[in-house]
């Protein structure tokens, strides 16, 4: 098989349980310098460009969003985004819950306040957000011509079993729900995903390849259709149960270097 393409997701499989990238992932990385290393995640860009640093591939294209934003050299190549009409039905079902709503536009993120949530985020992905209510991020938005690329719902469980219900059923056409925990969902366009990002990412900037020559990682939900329909899709251990029956392979655990360990076996 000839892989000439590798593409990675982050947060559950390219990171230790420090969310950080090991030295032994960083020194394999560099060792496969002439094989383009694809950051891919649900993660906004500026949540990834410090990880791009660290493994020496700045000049290197990112998939943020889970494919709502696909940059080369800060370049958009390809940008979804949700309707605003949709943040408002989202903010609105939201008003008398405890539910925190983080708001993407490109390289901005929005909070209404610094709490648990928020600084549990500032914490995973080493940004700092801009304090601004909801109401003022979707009226900002409004008259800039600006819509959210990603909307990140967290609270307690109960709540946001409530939301998950009311959106799936009242926008199911428009948007795509990602339950990576009970406390999580992550809201994106419904018509991207990181396997149809690898595709126009292939098709800008890698011709000379296809998909089949690209060997990526995941770990969840939002990784199955990525890992299905690349030449090699291999899922670290720790993956859900879901993931791990789809993988054509499976390494060791994002805590011990499963990804560092499988470029040194295949490479």
Aim: charged share 25%; aromatic share 6%; glycine share 4%.
């Amino acid at each position: 098989m000839n892989l000439s393409l590798i593409c990675s997701d982050i947060d559950g499989t390219l990171l230790n349980k420090d969310r950080e990238l090991s030295l032994s992932t960083i020194k394999e990385i560099n060792r496969l310098s002439h094989i383009p290393f694809i950051l891919i995640s649900s993660r906004m860009p500026k949540a990834m460009r410090h990880l791009q640093e660290k493994i020496g591939n700045t000049n290197t294209p990112i998939i943020a969003y889970n494919g709502g934003l696909i940059l080369d050299n800060n370049a958009v190549i390809e940008s979804t985004v949700i309707k605003n009409s949709v943040l408002e039905s989202t903010i609105e079902t939201c008003v008398g819950t405890s539910i925190h709503l983080s708001l993407y536009h490109h390289d901005e993120w929005y909070v209404p306040s610094l709490d648990y949530w928020a600084n549990r985020e500032i914490y995973n992905t080493k940004v700092e957000p801009i304090v601004r209510s909801n109401h003022e991020v979707l009226k900002a938005w409004k008259q800039e011509g600006k819509e959210a690329h990603k909307i990140m719902c967290m609270g307690e469980e109960h709540e946001i079993d409530v939301l998950y219900e009311f959106l799936e059923g009242n926008h199911s056409n428009e948007i795509i729900l990602y339950r990576s925990k009970p406390t999580y969902i992550e809201i994106s366009h419904r018509s991207i995903s990181k396997k149809t990002a690898i595709e126009t990412l292939i098709n800008h900037c890698y011709p000379d390849i296809t998909i089949d020559n690209v060997v990526a990682f995941g770990d969840n939900y939002n990784d199955i259709e990525m890992l299905k329909a690349v030449g090699l899709g291999i899922a670290v251990a720790n993956a859900n149960d879901h993931v791990l029956k789809i993988a054509k392979q499976i390494t060791d655990t994002n805590k011990n270097d499963g990804v560092a360990k499988a470029l040194s076996d295949l490479f």
